[in-house]
C-alpha cells in the first residue's frame, strides 16, 4: 500500500505530469489560438479526465491486483464475461509501447541538459541549434546510450519496490519539479512580455478556434491524464480502502492542469521575448526554446534547469508506463521485484531500439507500407499511432463503460466514495454516457 493519501497522489500526479504537460501542451495551445483552447481544454479534463480516472482508479483498488488478473478476477465477480481480461493486456502492451519510444525522447531531455550545462547554447541562432538537434538524432549510438541511461534510471526506481522506490523517487522527485518549474516561471514573470502571454493563455478568442482545435483539446485532456494504459489502474490497486478514489482523481486532474498551464506560463514569454512563434509545433521545446534561452540574460542557467525539469518529468511518467508489467510478472511468473523490473526493463529497451533506428538508419523503412494508413510510417511512428489513435481511446473508452455498465453498483458506488447521492447519479451519468460519447468521438476523428 501506499503509506498515504498524498503519497498515491504524488505517485499519480508524476504518472500523469510528463512530457504531454512541458512538450506538447504548450505547442498545441500555441498552434489553436490560445485561450480559447484552454478554455475547451479545461471542459474536457472535466468530462472525460476525471470520469475515466476515477474508474480506472477505482478497478485497479478493487481488484488489489495487475492490471490483466484485475480485470479477469472483477468480470469473473460481476457476472461479466472474461474477455473482459483483454482490456488489461491492452493497457499493458500500451504502456509498454508508448515507454519504448519515450523512453528515447525522455533520453533527448538528458542529451540536452549536457548540452545545456556546456553553455552550448549561448548566442546560438536556428542553424547551431538545429545541427544540435540534428546529431543527436543521425547518431543511433548517441541515442542508444541516452536510451539506455533514461531506462536504467527508471528500472532502477522500480527494483526497489513501491514504497522504497517509487514513493520514495516521488516524494524528491515532485517537489523537485513543481520548484524548478515555479522558479522558470518566476523568471518569465520578470519579461516585459509575461503579461502577453497571460493574454494568450486566458483570453479566448473563439474565432480562433477551429473543430480540429476542439478534437485536439478533447484528445489531449483524454491523453495528458494517463488513461488507457492502466497505469492509474496498477497505481491504484495499492490504494488504502478508507481514501476517496473521487476527491483524489480531481486533485490529481487539477494539479495535472495548473501544471501544463504553469509551463504556458514559462515557456511563452520567452518565445515572445525572442520574437519566436508560440506555434512552432512539436519543435518548441528541442530547437526554439534554446535559441531564446541563448540570447537571454544566465540563460545557460536557465536552460540547464528547464531540461531538467523535462527530465524529472518523463521519468515520473515513465515508472508508471512499466509498473503494470512489473506487477504482472511478478504474480503470474513468481518473479522477485527486482528480476521483473529487469525483465521489463530490458523488454523495453529492446523494443525501444526500433524507435532508435527509425530517426536513421532506417528512416526510410516503412516495414507496413503494404497497409495504406501505416503507408509512409517508420516504426516509431506506428507505435505512436497505434498507442494514441488506437488502443489508448480503446482503454480509456472500455474502462468507463466496464465501471459504469457491467462492475457492481454497490461496489462501485463503495469505491468512488462520493456521498452525495445526487453528486454520484451526476458523476455516474456523465460516466455512463458523457464521456464514452466524447472519447468515441475522439478515436473516430483520429482514424477518419
Not at 276 to 288: C, D, K, R, V, Y
Not at 413 to 424: A, C, M, P, W
Request: glycine share 8%; net charge neutral.
Amino acid at each position: 500500500m501506499w503509506s498515504s493519501r498524498l503519497a498515491f497522489i504524488l505517485a499519480a500526479t508524476g504518472s500523469a505530469v510528463g512530457l504531454g504537460n512541458i512538450w506538447k501542451f504548450p505547442y498545441i495551445t500555441g498552434e489553436n489560438g490560445g485561450g480559447a483552447f484552454v478554455v475547451v481544454y479545461l471542459l474536457c479534463i472535466a468530462m472525460i479526465g476525471i470520469p475515466i480516472m476515477i474508474a480506472e482508479v477505482s478497478l485497479g483498488r478493487r481488484g488489489r491486483l495487475s492490471p490483466i488478473n484485475t480485470m479477469k478476477q472483477l468480470a469473473r465477480a460481476d457476472g461479466a464475461s472474461q474477455n473482459w481480461k483483454y482490456l488489461g493486456w491492452m493497457g499493458v502492451i500500451a504502456a509498454f509501447l508508448i515507454l519504448s519510444f519515450y523512453s528515447v525522447i525522455g533520453g533527448w531531455s538528458l542529451s540536452y541538459i549536457g548540452h545545456a550545462f556546456s553553455g552550448e547554447f549561448e548566442g546560438a541562432g536556428s542553424d547551431k541549434i538545429g545541427a544540435i538537434f540534428g546529431a543527436m538524432l543521425s547518431s543511433p549510438e548517441t541515442l542508444m546510450i541516452w536510451h539506455s541511461v533514461f531506462l536504467l534510471i527508471v528500472v532502477a526506481i522500480l527494483s526497489q519496490g513501491i514504497r522504497s522506490g517509487l514513493e520514495k523517487a516521488v516524494n524528491v522527485l515532485m517537489p523537485m519539479l513543481f520548484l524548478l518549474l515555479l522558479v522558470m516561471v518566476g523568471y518569465a514573470m520578470s519579461t516585459s512580455q509575461f503579461s502577453q502571454a497571460v493574454d494568450f493563455l486566458f483570453t479566448p478568442d473563439f474565432s480562433k478556434l477551429t473543430t480540429e482545435g476542439i478534437l485536439s483539446a478533447l484528445g489531449h485532456a483524454f491523453f495528458t491524464l494517463s488513461l488507457g494504459s492502466c497505469a492509474m489502474m496498477a497505481y491504484g490497486s495499492f490504494l488504502p480502502s478508507q481514501v476517496s478514489v473521487a476527491r483524489t482523481a480531481i486533485t490529481v486532474s487539477v494539479i495535472d492542469t495548473v501544471v501544463a498551464l504553469l509551463a504556458g506560463l514559462a515557456i511563452f514569454p520567452l518565445a515572445f521575448a525572442n520574437g519566436l512563434e508560440p506555434s512552432a509545433g512539436p519543435g518548441l521545446i528541442f530547437q526554439t526554446l534554446p535559441i531564446a534561452f541563448g540570447q537571454m540574460p544566465a540563460g545557460t542557467f536557465f536552460a540547464t534547469l528547464f531540461f531538467s525539469l523535462l527530465l524529472i518529468a518523463a521519468i515520473t511518467s515513465a515508472i508508471s508506463m512499466l509498473e503494470p508489467l512489473i506487477e504482472w510478472l511478478e504474480e503470474q511468473r513468481g518473479i522477485n521485484r527486482k528480476v521483473a523490473a529487469l525483465i521489463a526493463g530490458v523488454l523495453v529497451w529492446s523494443v525501444g531500439l526500433l524507435t532508435v533506428f527509425s530517426f536513421n538508419n532506417w528512416a526510410d523503412l516503412h516495414p507496413l507500407s503494404f497497409v495504406p494508413v501505416f503507408a509512409e510510417k517508420t516504426f516509431f511512428d506506428i507505435f505512436d499511432y497505434l498507442t494514441a489513435n488506437i488502443m489508448l481511446p480503446l482503454g480509456g473508452l472500455f474502462i468507463v463503460v466496464y465501471f459504469a455498465w457491467f462492475m457492481n453498483p454497490d461496489a462501485a458506488r463503495h469505491e468512488v466514495g462520493i456521498k452525495s447521492d445526487n453528486v454520484y447519479r451526476l458523476t455516474h451519468f456523465v460516466m455512463r454516457y458523457v464521456s464514452p460519447a466524447l472519447v468515441l468521438i475522439v478515436f473516430l476523428y483520429n482514424l477518419l
